[in-house]
C-alpha cells in the first residue's frame, strides 16, 4: 500500500506517460504525412497542423492533474509503484468510469431508469430490461 503522496506522484508520472504516448502518435502522423508529401513532391505539412501548443498543453496538464488526483484517491487499494502508475495512465477513462456509475437504486435496470418494476431474479439480460 502507498502513502496518498506517493500515489499522487506515481498517478501523476503515468498521466505524464500517457500525455507522451499520445503527442509521440501525433509526431508519428507528422511525420509519415511529410514522408508522403516527399514521395509525392507535394508541400510539406507543418508541424502546427498536428499539434496544437495552446491546447495539447492544457490537455497535458489536465491529464497528469488527474493522474494524481486518481493516484491519490486510490493510494490505499494499489499495492505497487507500477499499479499507481497505471491508475495515473488510466486515470480520465477511470475517472469517467465512476462518474458513469449507476446509483444503488438505479443498478438493477440502469442508469436513469426510474421504474422499479420488472424482473429482479439477480440474473442479467441483454438487452436490458426496462
Do not use: N
Not at 488526483?69 to 465512476?98: E, K, N, R
Not at 443498478?107 to 422499479?116: E, K, Q, R
Amino acid at each position: 500500500m502507498l502513502g496518498w503522496l506517493e500515489g499522487a506522484a506515481c498517478g501523476a508520472g503515468g498521466g505524464l506517460i500517457a500525455e507522451a504516448v499520445v503527442t509521440f502518435g501525433r509526431l508519428k502522423a507528422w511525420q509519415q504525412a511529410r514522408h508522403t508529401a516527399r514521395a509525392t513532391e507535394a508541400p510539406l505539412p507543418r508541424l502546427d497542423m498536428f499539434v496544437d501548443p495552446l491546447a495539447d498543453s492544457l490537455a497535458a496538464l489536465l491529464r497528469v492533474l488527474l493522474g494524481g488526483v486518481a493516484g491519490c484517491l486510490l493510494h490505499a487499494q494499489v499495492t505497487g509503484v507500477y499499479a499507481a502508475v497505471a491508475v495515473g495512465a488510466s486515470a480520465p477513462a477511470l475517472l469517467a468510469q465512476v462518474g458513469r456509475a449507476a446509483t444503488p437504486v438505479e443498478a438493477p435496470h440502469g442508469p436513469g431508469s426510474t421504474d422499479s418494476s420488472g424482473p429482479h431474479t439477480g440474473e442479467a439480460t441483454w438487452p436490458p430490461v426496462r
